[in-house]
C-alpha cells in the first residue's frame, strides 16, 4: 500500500470547519484514500473512503485532488468530541478479504472553545 | 456495517498470568479479524491475522508461542496473552471485515 504523510497536529475552533490534509503522491490507480479516526482510548471509527471523486456523508466531506496525490477531509463544524487522531491511509479497495489496515502516525485535531 | 465487541475492556493481572482477550463480531460473519496493539502515543500495529478454522498469520517479532489467537467460529477470535509481562502492558484492539471495523478496545495492565 502506498504511504501517507499527514502533519503531525491541527487545532480548530469549535464549530469552525477542520480541514485535514493528506499526501499520498505514489497512490496507484487501484487504490483508494480511506480515513479513519481514533478518540482517545477507544479503538478506531471509520469515516470515509474515496477513489477519485469527491465523497460526502454525514461525518465528513473527502476532496481528492485531480492527479490523486493528495486529499483533504472536511468536518464542517467541528465539535469539541471531534478531538482526536486522525488517519489517512491508502489501500486496495476493501472488496479483498485478508488485508489489515497499516496506520501511520495521523493527525491529532485539538477542537477546542 | 459490522459491530464488534471485545471482552474485557480493561484487566489488570500479575506478571506471569495468562489473559484471555475477546473479540465478537455481533452482526457480520468474519472468515478474518485482525488483532492489534497500541502502547501509549503510538498508532496502532497490526500483530496479527486470525483466519477462522486455521492458524493465525503473525507479523514480524509478534511471538506467536506468546500471543495464541484461537478463530474457532465465525463470530469469535480470542487473543490470549500467555506470561503476560509489564512490557505487554498495552492496547490490543481487534477489527473485522473488509471495511475494518475495529472494536473498542482492551486495556491491560500487568503489573
Known amino acids: 500500500d502506498a504511504k501517507t504523510t499527514q502533519p503531525t497536529s491541527m487545532d480548530c475552533a469549535e464549530g469552525r470547519a477542520a480541514n485535514l490534509p493528506c499526501n499520498h503522491s505514489?497512490?496507484?490507480?487501484?487504490?483508494?484514500v480511506y480515513w479513519y479516526r481514533q478518540i482517545h482510548s477507544q479503538g478506531p471509527q471509520y469515516i470515509i473512503h474515496?477513489?477519485?471523486n469527491n465523497e460526502t456523508n454525514e461525518m465528513a466531506s473527502l476532496i481528492i485532488t485531480e492527479d490523486r496525490k493528495s486529499s483533504t477531509l472536511i468536518l464542517p463544524h467541528a465539535t469539541l468530541r471531534d478531538t482526536a487522531v486522525y488517519y489517512c491511509?491508502?489501500?486496495?479497495?476493501?472488496?479483498?478479504?485478508?488485508?489489515?489496515?497499516?496506520f501511520g502516525k495521523g493527525t491529532t485535531l485539538s477542537v477546542s472553545s | 456495517g459490522a459491530v464488534v465487541s471485545q471482552h474485557p475492556s480493561w484487566v489488570i493481572c500479575k506478571s506471569g498470568t495468562s489473559v484471555k482477550i475477546e473479540c465478537r463480531s455481533l452482526?457480520?460473519?468474519?472468515?478474518?479479524m485482525f488483532w492489534y496493539r497500541q502502547f501509549p502515543k503510538q498508532s496502532l500495529m497490526l500483530m496479527a491475522t486470525?483466519?477462522?478454522?486455521?492458524?493465525?498469520?503473525?507479523e514480524q517479532g509478534v511471538e506467536k508461542d506468546k500471543f495464541l489467537i484461537n478463530h474457532a467460529s465465525l463470530t469469535l477470535s480470542t487473543l490470549t496473552v500467555t506470561s503476560a509481562h509489564p512490557e505487554d502492558s498495552s492496547f490490543y484492539i481487534c477489527?473485522?471485515?473488509?471495511?475494518?471495523?475495529f472494536g473498542p478496545g482492551t486495556r491491560l495492565t500487568v503489573l
Open positions: 477489527s473485522v471485515t473488509n471495511e475494518q471495523f
Open positions: 474515496g477513489l477519485k
Open positions: 486470525s483466519n477462522e478454522g486455521s492458524k493465525a498469520t503473525y
Open positions: 505514489t497512490i496507484s490507480g487501484n487504490e483508494y
Open positions: 491511509i491508502v489501500r486496495v479497495a476493501g472488496n479483498q478479504a485478508g488485508t489489515a489496515l497499516i
Open positions: 452482526d457480520f460473519q468474519a472468515t478474518t
